[in-house]
């Protein structure tokens, strides 16, 4: 039976969630539903390549596109497409993606694709999305604004959501809470962060699929 969803996954950074995904695949929750197509990074030092590589992932699957190596970001964007052509991507996901994606790369896909954001987004409101709110800065950024207006049940919020073609303002598709004590770290925060991440995309995906 062929997969419902092939999925290329967009990566910057160490690609944790990715090499979740694809274990997920292989041996999980997404056996038999959805399909890792391929891995797009967006430089030649991702980690993410070399830890999906020894994961089993196939080398040829991986590439890295930096808009620095094309002659304008026009470009960029159709090499990108021409890639997940090529290995047949129905489906794309941002995890741990922190350039602005193209409009031709999101034309392609129309909304068959999401990004995975690590503190709560209000699409069309202040919140704590944009350009330089990823990772441990966003989370930071939350906890510091819970402690500071002294929630009487402070939480904070994974997301995911569509891509378009500004940071963090497509449509949310799924959140998941997490509740803030008063001895909450950000560190700490940031790694069940994480693994609320892996699950919320898990659910992300079979949505999809």
Not at 85 to 97: D, S, V
Request: proline share 4%; with cysteine; hydrophobic share 40%.
């Amino acid at each position: 039976m062929p997969y419902s969803t092939k999925w290329c996954l967009l990566i910057s950074g160490a690609g944790t969630t990715a090499m979740n995904m694809w274990e997920a695949t292989q041996s999980g929750e997404l056996k038999g539903i959805a399909e890792i197509a391929c891995v797009i990074a967006s430089r030649n030092d991702t980690k993410g390549i070399e830890n999906l590589k020894a994961l089993g992932f196939p080398e040829e699957r991986i590439k890295v596109f930096s808009p620095k190596a094309f002659a304008s970001r026009e470009d960029w964007a159709r090499a990108m497409v021409a890639f997940t052509k090529e290995h047949n991507a129905t489906h794309f996901a941002q995890l741990g993606w922190l350039l602005l994606t193209h409009p031709i790369f999101l034309q392609h896909f129309g909304k068959k694709g999401f990004n995975l954001h690590p503190a709560p987004l209000d699409p069309g409101h202040k919140d704590f999305g944009g350009k330089r709110m990823y990772g441990l800065a966003a989370v930071t950024a939350r906890l510091k604004f819970v402690q500071a207006t002294h929630h009487l049940t402070p939480w904070t919020e994974i997301c995911t959501h569509l891509v378009t073609e500004k940071y963090d303002e497509g449509l949310l598709v799924g959140v998941f809470r997490i509740p803030i004590t008063k001895t909450t770290t950000a560190n700490a925060l940031m790694q069940e962060s994480l693994q609320a991440g892996y699950k919320l995309t898990i659910w992300t995906i079979k949505a999809f699929s």
